[in-house]
């Protein structure tokens, strides 16, 4: 069973298309987190939500908008899509909030924009 | 701020060789530590951790010390394998969320 899955895994669009990534955990963790991964491998958290309420925002643009219908689930829309948004994109998720909580990585969703 | 610093890759090494990465970091608080390991084509998994100062994280092999009086959390192996081939991440782990430094690629030659 896969802890936490993502998809699509591949995603090819052009400019300015709005397109959506899907994340599930099947761990009953509380926290979700969307991290974003350069072409250089540098990792940036994107957002976090915990019990479905977003708790970080890291001053990304505002085309980009997570979902949270439930604990299990946060997904990723992302608007008009231009071309510095390609990156590989990961959903992770903790048990909670507390610094010594592991988060668990999905693997990934590589984003091209065309 | 919080921020954490790797030392540039690319790191190759021969089967067998003696592994450091070093990394240092920036907090406020008291964070835990973490490395994550990324292999070619897949997503990140945790490696080791330590939360508290002085203490020391180990998994297969690898292992790390959470040294508050150098802030640093370098991480070693005594003698690595072409399957340790991956790129390697020190993380400052925050209330909710993890800082990553910039990743330290890792090729061991047969």
């Known amino acids: 069973d896969t802890a936490v899955s993502q998809t699509p895994k591949y995603l090819v669009t052009q400019m300015g298309n709005d397109k959506s990534i899907k994340c599930e955990q099947n761990l009953g963790h509380d926290t979700m987190y969307w991290y974003k991964q350069d072409s250089k491998k540098f990792l940036k958290i994107m957002f976090s939500y915990n019990n479905k309420e977003l708790i970080i925002n890291e001053t990304v643009p505002n085309r980009f908008s997570p979902k949270s219908p439930d604990k299990a689930h946060l997904n990723l829309h992302i608007n008009s899509l231009e071309l510095g948004d390609s990156a590989v994109y990961f959903c992770a998720s903790s048990p909670g909030q507390e610094n010594t909580d592991t988060q668990y990585f999905g693997p990934g969703t590589r984003l091209t924009v065309l | 701020g919080n921020s954490v610093t790797q030392m540039e890759g690319p790191v190759t090494l021969s089967e067998e060789a003696f592994l450091t990465i070093n990394c240092t970091y920036t907090a406020t608080g008291y964070p835990s530590l973490f490395w994550y390991v990324q292999y070619p084509g897949e997503g990140l998994q945790l490696l080791l951790k330590?939360?508290?100062?002085?203490d020391k994280g180990s998994n297969k092999g690898f292992e790390a010390t959470y040294r508050k009086e150098t802030t640093s959390f370098h991480l070693e192996k005594g003698s690595v394998q072409v399957s340790d081939s991956a790129v390697y991440f020190c993380a400052l782990g925050p209330l909710g969320k993890l800082i990553f430094g910039q990743g330290t690629e890792l090729s061991v030659k047969p």
């Open positions: 330590a939360t508290k100062a002085d």
